[in-house]
T-cell receptor, first 118, second 111 residues
C-alpha cells in the first residue's frame, strides 16, 4: 500500500495564480483532511471530509476550496493565491467505523506539499 | 482555542537520557494522540490514549493522561539520536473524527 500520497511535492506560484493539490489514499478511509503548517507551528485544519461527496470547513478555510468526488481522492484548490498561503500543506486520512470508533482519530499523513507564493 | 499546548517548546538531551514532554488542553476530550514529525516529513502516529485510560505503553514510549488536570505527558526512555524530531499532541473532542493539534515540542537528542 502506498498509504497517503500528495502531488505535487513542491510548487512556486505568483500572487493571483491558481492551483490544485491532489491527495490520494489507498486505505479505503472515509475521512480525509487538509492541514497547513507554518514554520515552528502545529497543524491547522483547512477543510475536511467525512465521506465521498461531503466536505466541511475547518479552522482556516478562507481562500481555499475542496472537493471529494471519489472516496480515495481529496483535492485542495487555491483560486487566487496570496503570499499568506505560503506554507507546507499536509493531507491526512482516517478510518471511520462504528465498531472501531476510536480508530477514527488515528490519522495517516502524506509527505506534504511545500508551496511558496511570491 | 481548544487546541492542546505542548511544553516545553524545545528540549535537548544526551543519548540515553529520558525525554518528557507535556500537553495541556482546555475542555473534556474523547481521546488524545501523540504524533512524531521528522524534519521535512509528514506526521506519524505514535500512540492514542482514551479518556478513561490513565497510562499506556508502546516500546520505549509511555503516555499518561490526567483528565482532572487536563494534561498528558509523553515519556521517551533511553533516547536515541533517531528520536530527534518534533512531537505533537492532538485532542479529539467529539466522535466526528476531527482532532486539534498543538504547536509541538522539538526534541534534539545528541549522540
Amino acid at each position: 500500500n502506498a498509504g497517503v500520497t500528495q502531488t505535487p511535492k513542491f510548487r512556486v506560484l505568483k500572487t493571483g495564480q491558481s492551483m490544485t493539490l491532489l491527495c490520494a489514499q489507498d486505505m479505503n478511509h472515509e475521512y480525509m483532511y487538509w492541514y497547513r503548517q507554518d514554520p515552528g507551528m502545529g497543524l491547522r485544519l483547512i477543510h475536511y471530509s467525512v465521506g465521498e461527496g461531503t466536505t466541511a470547513k475547518g479552522e482556516v478555510p478562507d481562500g481555499y476550496n475542496v472537493s471529494r468526488l471519489k472516496k480515495q481522492n481529496f483535492l485542495l484548490g487555491l483560486e487566487s493565491a496570496a503570499p499568506s498561503q505560503t506554507s507546507v500543506y499536509f493531507c491526512a486520512s482516517s478510518y471511520s467505523g462504528a465498531r472501531r470508533q476510536l480508530e477514527t482519530d488515528t490519522q495517516y499523513f502524506g509527505p506534504g506539499t511545500r508551496l511558496t507564493v511570491l | 482555542s481548544q487546541q492542546g499546548e505542548e511544553d516545553p517548546q524545545a528540549l535537548s538531551i544526551q543519548e540515553g537520557e529520558n525525554a518528557t514532554m507535556n500537553c495541556s488542553y482546555k475542555t473534556s476530550i474523547n481521546n488524545l494522540q501523540w504524533y512524531r514529525q521528522n524534519s521535512g516529513r509528514g506526521l506519524v502516529h505514535l500512540i492514542l490514549i482514551r479518556s478513561n485510560e490513565r497510562e499506556k505503553h508502546s516500546g520505549r514510549l509511555r503516555v499518561t493522561l490526567d483528565t482532572s488536570k487536563k494534561s498528558s505527558s509523553l515519556l521517551i526512555t533511553a533516547s536515541r539520536a533517531a528520536d530527534t524530531a518534533s512531537y505533537f499532541c492532538a485532542t479529539a473532542y467529539t466522535n466526528a473524527g476531527k482532532s486539534t493539534f498543538g504547536d509541538g515540542t522539538t526534541l534534539t537528542v545528541k549522540p
